[in-house]
Every structure is written in C-alpha cells, then in structure tokens.
C-alpha cells in the first residue's frame, strides 16, 4: 500500500518562505499526477496545485498562483511546494493528493502568523 | 474558481438513507463527469468513497453511490452506519487543469 507523508509545516511570518516535502513510500506515485490540496482550520478542502507525471507542467489554483512552484523529483519518490510571500490566509494543512486524489498524506500544518 | 455548493449539514437514522447534493456550473460539474466525493473524519486526511460520479474506488461499500443531473451532483449514503458519520466534500475537474472542492456537508447518525 502506497503511503504519502508530508513534512516541512511550522509557523512562519507573514510575507516569509517555507518549503513542504511528500514523500512517497513506493515509485508507483511516479506514475501519476501530483497534487496538493490545504484546509484551514474549520474549514473545507481547496485545490492548491498539480503537477504532471513528468514534472513538466504544473498549474495552480488562483489564490496561490505567482506565489506557490510545485516541482517533484521521481528518483527520490518525492513531491514538493515551495511557499513564497506568504499571507495569514495561506494558514492551513496541507495534504498531498496522488493517483486521482484516492492517495493522500497525513497533512502538515502551515501557520503564518507574526 | 467558486467553491460548489453543499448543504452545511444532514442527517439520519442508523439504517437509513441520506443523500448529499453538490451544485456547481456549467464549467465544472455541469461539463465534466470527473466529480469525486470524500469522506473526511475529525482530525484525519480525505478518503476518496467515489469518483467519475458513481465509480467506487476498491474497498469502499456499495452503500455508497453518486449521480449527476446537469450541474447537480449527489452523493447517497445508504444503510447509515455510526462510522458514516464525517464530513463529505464533492469536487470536480473545472476545466484547464484546475479542480474544485465543495462547501463540505456534515453528515450526523441520530
């Protein structure tokens, strides 16, 4: 059973950078598109971004476009989503998604507070 | 992109049905049969209980079974049991790679 664990959450201020990283416990995921989907707190799931099987195309949703690079590196089995100007409104967990959103990771908190 | 519009809240006996519906537009549930739905329990990550509409991925009791009429999708739980009892949230591919989750409905066995 293919496994996803997120990493890289904390507190961060506004306008500052974080890096979160997926790792996937088989290469399975290599096969399929990548997501990443946040839910702040008490409230419901939104659509972050997507990256192709190859890492070649990404696309974002509207609130985090300019903002957010999603990139992956299939030899290490590994999904990521670089965070820059970040807004008190990006506060969330973020979870990453594969393989048609039926795989997805335990989430990670990202709180950006000053 | 709008979030798709559920009810806040529904409910039901142990035994019976409830159904949950999901409206969007004609851009995104309205286009498109790639509409899921997920089961999300307190302080736990999504599972996915349906996708294509109606499709059930390995593992996930026929109990559960969805339908789409225009830019309403519906998701019925039948035979409600006490571990049914989370918040569900419906999305739906809307077009030039981007994806929309629903408002959520929490689901409550009486």
């Known amino acids: 059973e293919v496994q996803l664990v997120e990493s890289g959450g904390g507190l961060v201020r506004p306008g500052g950078s974080l890096r979160l990283s997926c790792a996937a416990s088989t290469s399975t995921l290599n096969n399929y598109a990548m997501n990443w989907v946040r839910q702040a707190p008490g409230r419901g799931l939104e659509w972050v971004s997507i990256i192709s099987r190859g890492g070649d195309l990404t696309y974002y949703g509207d609130s985090v476009k300019g903002r957010f690079i999603i990139s992956r590196d299939n030899s290490k089995n590994m999904l990521y989503l670089q965070m820059n100007s970040l807004r008190a409104e990006d506060t969330a967990v973020y979870y990453c998604?594969?393989?048609?959103?039926?795989?997805w990771g335990q989430g990670t908190m990202v709180t950006v507070s000053a | 992109q709008s979030a798709l519009t559920q009810p806040p809240s529904a409910s039901g006996s142990p035994g019976q049905s409830v159904t949950i519906s999901c409206t969007g537009s004609s851009s995104d549930v309205g286009a498109y049969n790639f509409v899921s739905w997920y089961q999300q329990h307190s302080g736990k990550a999504p599972k996915l209980v349906l996708y294509e509409v109606s499709k059930r991925p390995s593992g996930v009791p026929d109990r559960f079974s969805g339908s789409k009429s225009g830019n309403t999708a519906s998701l019925t739980v039948s035979g409600l049991q006490t571990d049914d009892e989370a918040h569900y949230y419906c999305?739906?591919?809307?077009?030039?790679?981007?994806?929309?989750f629903g408002t959520g409905t929490k689901v409550t066995v009486l």
């Open positions: 999305s739906s591919y809307a077009g030039d790679n981007n994806y929309v």
């Open positions: 998604a594969g393989e048609g959103f039926s795989i």
